[in-house]
């Protein structure tokens, strides 16, 4: 697998500044108190794999995402969000497969929609949602798990259920790329 081993925000919610976060092998915790910034930087994570909903983003529509302003500081008008992955063992898909790291960036431009890039060539978002369509990634993925989805889960439909259940066993990745295929 492809290692997570950095993530920059800029402008994204609450993060008005360049946030850069670098992740050590091993388990990584983020800590703070309430309002502090812990699950929007979950949903930026969310949000640059691809994540087209923003609704279970907790935004009314997707420019939402941006910083809207605060005490003596105004709003932006574009957010971008960098995911960077180790490719030590060459496992990215082409045209990246030899490269050492990928750097996923999508931006968000208010009015104008988002675009995405990886190391600085522009690809579609599809190409991001597929990159990461993989149980143990991707922004709908059972390894991401959101503030109160856990009742959720609990009192989901059966079909729903389900769904979490092929996620975490590892076909729901397969179904998006034969869906994919379907459609070439
Ligand atoms: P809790 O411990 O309660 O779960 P948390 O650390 O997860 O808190 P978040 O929900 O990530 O906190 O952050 C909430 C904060 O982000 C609120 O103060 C909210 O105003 C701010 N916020 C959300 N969207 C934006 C935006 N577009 N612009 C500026 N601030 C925003
Ligand atoms: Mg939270």
């Known amino acids: 697998h492809m290692k997570l081993t950095r993530l920059r925000l800029v402008g994204f919610k609450s993060f008005v500044d360049s946030s850069e976060i670098e992740i050590e092998p091993g388990l990584t915790g983020i800590v703070g108190p309430n309002g502090c910034g812990k699950s929007n930087l979950v949903e930026a994570l969310r949000w640059a794999m691809g994540e087209g909903s923003h609704k279970t983003l907790r935004a009314s529509a997707m420019d939402d995402v941006i910083f809207s302003g605060s005490a003596g500081r105004p709003a932006r008008n574009t957010a971008e969000v960098l995911i960077a992955l180790d490719n030590a063992h060459k496992q990215a898909p082409a045209p990246f497969t030899d490269a050492e790291e990928l750097e996923i960036t999508r931006r968000i431009e208010r009015e ?15 190409d991001v949602q597929l990159l990461f369509a993989d149980a143990s990634t991707g922004a709908r993925s059972p390894a991401l798990v959101r503030q109160g989805q856990i009742g959720e889960i609990i009192n989901a439909k059966p079909e729903a259920r389900r769904r979490v259940l092929e996620e975490a066993a590892g076909i729901a990745g397969l179904h998006a790329r034969r869906h994919e295929s379907e459609l070439k």
């Open 112 to 126: 104008k929609g988002s675009t995405y890039r990886v190391n600085g060539r522009e690809v579609r978002a599809r």
